[in-house]
């Protein structure tokens, strides 16, 4: 049975290929975005508060689009205040959308995300139908020697039996026949009764036919030697040939271990010059390799893929993880530049209340009711003052550019951050949240994101033991092949005769008789599993760490708040009583100075603690791991824990 491959092969090949070099730098990257969004797509719903559209797309449009520029001058600020004007204001909630679409940092871990989802693309890939072509095509010119006869040669050539085709006497004549009907066959003489008579006549006369011939053709040979009729020329021949081959295949690695491959083999050779022969062939050759021992079983070969399954579900954890540590330091960010604003609000205050008592006690030295010292002190603290305040300026101002570099912002981008938000937490206090220690740490260890990673990791260092004590096996190989030529002749590439197929079977043998880097890889592997159990134990330890040390953050932060809120009502009725004394002019400079200056740190520490308790309290949630983020960068706030306002 003979069997037609496909008489459209070679042009079904030519345009997979022309197909595979048409495929443009887009498609190839269209490709490569659709399997990573579709990984993430499947394994995010493993991982709480993710993103649902996760892309790496940069956002075109200006962060700062469609905000109105509210921005006034402040006194407080100076010469500073001038910059702000018109600048757009920006809420904690422009600026943490912002920072999800724009941040540099932000972008980097969603690149990670990504990364890490492609490697896994080609992990796949491995467990997929791999198809391979080739082929090549050669042009080639050689040259050859050929001896070739004159004229009178070849014409000698002509008698029948006499000469052979180099131009010498043929052995056929030369050689005794043991009959006369096979000497006259030789000679080209038909053997009928006429030639037989003659031959024995001649014989009877002159002795044998045998030697008759033999005399006649030694004459004749040596009278073509002497003439050159008989000694051929050498020439050079130019030889032009076309070869090619071409070759499909596919392979298949099965996740037990087994490999499928199937070939199909075509050469081709075509003579340009002299005789155009065209030769081609064909063959179809498939195997199968199955270990038996050492790499056997899907636990073992698939280790790699089961890995870089898992290594993309530890990079959403950490991903998301990192999603909450980036809405808190944002939050914190925005705080604490409103909080340098506000200080720089306090210091000038303080400043112009120093202004005041300046010349107020200038008055009253030059009605000689104080003394210089006095004045010289008043005025020595409102140099200080102003040093503070101008210090101040320049501490927000750092603060403000530094934070727009978190968001993603230019320096040179003209926004300033909504006073609104401070006195929202001056009016709305403290919401502190009412759990115990204890509870709050159960809660960690249930929740924290990267406390199962390294969960994970113990159990991916105990599975490696198993695929390196499988390396420690000898090597034991079923092999299956079979061979499909194409049927012999001229333009049959295309034809395989499967009557006359070939296959096999058996197996490789290799006892492994040195083991050492085998050897090395299942101590080591033994070594990272011991030393994973450590590391989950101090990553537990860790998380109570962080968990308690953020509680008492939060409890110290509340016990501040209330400490400062009571500090400032103190500080503004000794102010109140130290103005009152100076404008009867029985206050002293000291008390003056002193009294203003702890109002002005009452001030900048009551916001401190307002600041510092909101900022725990996000820490908090985020160390227990339960501050869920939105697509938007916001977070929820946490209802389940019962919180006392203050």
């Known amino acids: 049975m003979q069997y037609n491959h496909s008489k459209y092969h070679a042009t079904a090949l030519a345009l997979a290929i022309c197909l595979g070099l048409g495929c443009s730098t887009t498609h190839y990257r269209e490709k490569a975005d659709s399997e990573v969004y579709s990984i ?17 797309e940069q956002d075109p449009t200006d962060p700062l689009e469609g905000l109105e520029a509210g921005g006034e001058s402040a006194d407080f600020l100076g010469e500073a205040a001038q910059t702000e004007v018109g600048a757009q204001v920006l809420s904690l909630e422009d600026c943490l959308r912002i920072a999800v679409t724009h941040s540099r940092t932000y972008q980097t871990q969603k690149e990670l995300l990504y990364l890490q989802a492609l490697g896994l693309t080609l992990d796949r890939h491995q467990f997929t139908p791999i198809f391979a072509a080739s082929g090549s095509a050669q042009y080639n010119r050689s040259t050859s020697d050929i001896l070739k006869l004159n004229e009178l040669g070849r014409v000698t050539t002509q008698i029948p039996g006499l000469v052979d085709q180099s131009g010498v006497i043929s052995s056929q004549i030369l050689g005794l026949a043991p009959d006369t009907s096979t000497l006259l066959q030789r000679l080209g003489v038909p053997a009928n009764a006429e030639s037989i008579a003659a031959l024995a006549a001649v014989g009877a006369l002159a002795g044998t036919p045998s030697q008759i011939l033999n005399d006649y053709a030694n004459v004749v040979e040596e009278a073509f030697t002497v003439a050159g009729v008989n000694q051929p020329r050498n020439e050079i021949r130019n030889e032009r040939d076309v070869t090619g081959d071409a070759n499909v295949g596919v392979s298949l690695l099965l996740k037990g271990g087994a490999r499928i491959a199937i070939g199909l083999t075509s050469n081709f050779l075509r003579f340009i010059t002299g005789d155009p022969t065209v ?3 064909s063959a179809l050759v498939a195997s199968i390799t199955q270990p038996l021992l050492r790499g056997r079983g899907r636990d073992v070969n698939a280790e790699f893929l089961t890995q870089a399954e898992r290594d993309v579900l530890y990079q959403l954890r950490s991903f998301q993880r990192f999603r909450q540590e980036f809405a808190v330091q944002v939050a914190t960010g925005y705080y604490s530049v409103l909080q340098a604003r506000d200080a720089v ?10 202004q005041r008592s300046a010349e107020r006690e200038q008055a009253l030295a030059d009605e000689g009711r104080t003394t210089q010292t006095e004045l010289g002190r008043i005025q020595q603290s409102l140099l200080n003052a102003e040093n503070s305040w101008v210090d101040a300026v320049r501490n927000y101002k750092q603060a403000l550019d530094q934070y727009k570099i978190l968001l993603g912002l230019s320096t040179d981008a003209s926004v300033i951050l909504d006073d609104a938000e401070l006195r929202l937490l001056e009016e709305r206090g403290l919401l502190h949240p009412e759990i115990a220690s204890d509870d709050a740490v159960a809660v960690a260890l249930a929740a924290r994101l990267d406390l199962y990673n390294t969960r994970d990791s113990k159990d991916d260092s105990q599975r490696k033991i198993k695929v390196a004590a499988n390396a420690l096996k000898p090597d034991l190989d079923l092999v299956i092949a079979a061979n499909v030529d194409s049927v012999p002749g001229e333009n049959t590439f295309d034809e395989l005769d499967f009557q006359r197929a070939r296959w096999s079977a058996g197996f490789d043998v290799d006892l492994g ?21 450590r590391e989950l134990s101090l990553a537990e330890d860790n998380v109570k760490l962080d968990v308690r040390e953020s509680w008492r953050n939060l409890d110290q932060a509340q016990r501040n708040y209330d400490n400062r809120k009571l500090a400032l009502e103190l500080a503004a009725r000794r102010v109140e009583e ?13 008390d003056q100075i002193d009294a203003q200056n702890d109002l002005i740190s009452a001030q900048n520490e009551l916001t401190d ?9 996000l820490e908090f949630w985020r ?15 946490v209802n389940d824990v019962a919180t006392s306002p203050q």
Do not use: C
């Open 40 to 56: 993430i797509e499947q394994k995010s719903p493993a991982v709480a508060g993710l993103p649902k559209n996760f892309t790496i």
């Open 279 to 281: 030769q081609s062939s």
């Open 345 to 354: 609000n306090n210091n000038y205050q303080g400043y112009l209340a120093f």
């Open 513 to 533: 008789l040195d083991r050492k880097a085998e050897r090395n890889s299942y101590r080591t592997a033994l070594i990272t599993f011991d030393r994973s159990i």
């Open 578 to 590: 130290q103005t009152l004394r100076a404008e009867i002019g029985i206050a002293l400079a000291l």
């Open 609 to 617: 603690a307002i600041v510092r308790h909101t900022i725990s309290r």
């Open 623 to 637: 160390d227990m791991g339960i501050l869920y983020i939105k697509e938007d960068g916001q977070w929820e706030e």
